[in-house]
């Protein structure tokens, strides 16, 4: 870097010091401290998986003008890349663990200073000792320039985005605004030795990143309406009309992350109608609990219908994706009895009349799914479908009575039992 910055060590990891359950940074690392952490975490599981050096590059004989780089640590002498690499490394019951990705934010960490010798880079050094992928810089990196590298990068790893991409676009953002004075985004360079299934591992990770964010999304406006729902109405808490609003647009960006093409393309269709039933909840209950501004309850509850509304079309329109033609060739990670039952049961709670062949439909589907060794089916999916709604409710003296509306319900209920 242009100038010193004190060292520190982040691992994407929960550990001893962290942020969040994910995120571990060490400050004013030392090797001992990488050593014990990176052992830590392998002896009780997951390991690391990333890792990122914030520190400042130095020559390992500061009285060789041809001497190779190292990374200096707080209070260390300057070390080489193998001496990290081998902190980097754990042993563990399940046997040898180490980091899949590591980033170098520290000047001349690609470089290699005497092409006379058989002297290596610090990311050279790491790579060869069996890092599959390590981002460093081949010039002095500038402290402005560390930062969007870092965040471009990283936001494209935790969403799944293929690392030499995510890479090009920390180049592209680098190059467009950073001045003319440094060259950052051309000092970027990669080692890499990347699996033969990387495709497949990445479109398992978009998935399982997306369905994440959509959840955290959820349960966001969920809090905030059982917030409400508590005994605070939402009217009277501050910016709450806002917060709800921001968290509606929060989970429809979340949602749209969900692949719409691969293997997961129909589960992912279930989950955002999935979502759509969600909210439809959180909007009924700010309409019956007294959450909502004076004389809005009508209009939430139109919303709510608008909402289930969604959902039944978008699992139906998964459901017809998965019975019809498709030139991909592994594409039905999701169950059709849980698409179609979602189907039926949103039908009952709209008041539409059922559907006998879908009906049928869904109990072959669930029928042959039980019997493939292959599957780990939904059983509550797997039952004849029962709405929660038809059971009556018994009174205080024991005579079992039921609402008009309870009583429809039921007799729409009787096919399915």
């Not at 920390?170 to 605004?177: F, I, K, N």
């Not at 059709?336 to 559907?355: K, N, Y």
Request: charged letters at 25%; proline letters at 6%; a neutral charge.
């Amino acid at each position: 870097m242009t100038r010193r910055v004190e060292a520190s060590f982040s691992i994407e990891q929960a550990g001893k010091l962290r942020m969040g359950d994910r995120l571990v940074v060490l400050e004013k690392a030392t090797l001992a401290q990488i050593s014990r952490e990176v052992a830590a975490a392998a002896a009780k599981g997951p390991p690391f998986t990333h890792v990122h050096i914030l520190a400042h590059g130095a020559a390992l004989d500061d009285t060789d003008r041809y001497s190779p780089v190292g990374i200096e640590l707080h209070d260390e002498d300057v070390i080489s890349g193998r001496q990290l690499a081998t902190a980097l490394v754990a042993v563990a019951d399940g046997g040898v663990t180490r980091p899949v990705v590591v980033t170098l934010a520290t000047c001349d960490s690609g470089k290699v200073s005497d092409v006379r010798t058989t002297d290596a880079s610090v990311a050279h050094d790491l790579h060869d000792q069996g890092i599959p992928l390590v981002v460093a810089s081949q010039f002095p990196l500038s402290v402005d320039g560390s930062v969007p590298f870092v965040e471009r990068f990283y936001r494209g790893q935790l969403r799944g985005e293929h690392p030499l991409v995510s890479l090009y676009a920390v180049r592209l953002q680098l190059h467009s605004c950073m001045g003319p004075n440094t060259h950052d985004w051309a000092s970027l360079v990669a080692y890499e030795a990347f699996p033969s299934n990387l495709t497949d591992q990445l479109e398992e990770l978009r998935y399982w990143q997306a369905r994440r964010a959509q959840e955290g999304a959820l349960r966001r406006v969920e809090a905030l309406v059982a917030q409400g729902d508590g005994g605070t109405p939402l009217r009277v808490m501050p910016n709450a009309r806002d917060r709800y609003e921001a968290g509606l647009q929060d989970v429809e960006a979340m949602s749209a992350r969900l692949p719409t093409q691969g293997p997961f393309a129909l589960e992912c269709a279930g989950l955002r109608a999935a979502g759509h039933k969600r909210i439809a909840q959180a909007i009924f209950q700010m309409a019956v609990a007294g959450g909502a501004p004076d004389g809005q309850s009508d209009m939430l509850l139109a919303e709510c219908l608008n909402h289930l509304d969604s959902a039944r079309a978008a699992y139906w329109s998964a459901a017809k994706s998965f019975l019809g033609p498709s030139s991909e060739p592994l594409r039905r990670k999701a169950n059709l009895h849980w698409l179609l039952g979602q189907v039926l049961s949103l039908d009952l709670v709209l008041g539409r009349p059922l559907d006998t062949g879908l009906l049928t439909a869904a109990r072959l589907a669930a029928e042959i799914d039980l019997e493939s060794p292959r599957r780990r089916p939904r059983l509550g999916l797997c039952q004849p479908v029962r709405v929660r709604a038809a059971a009556p409710r018994r009174s205080e003296d024991g005579d079992c009575r039921t609402s008009p509306a309870r009583r429809r319900v039921d007799r729409q209920c009787e096919p399915l039992r």
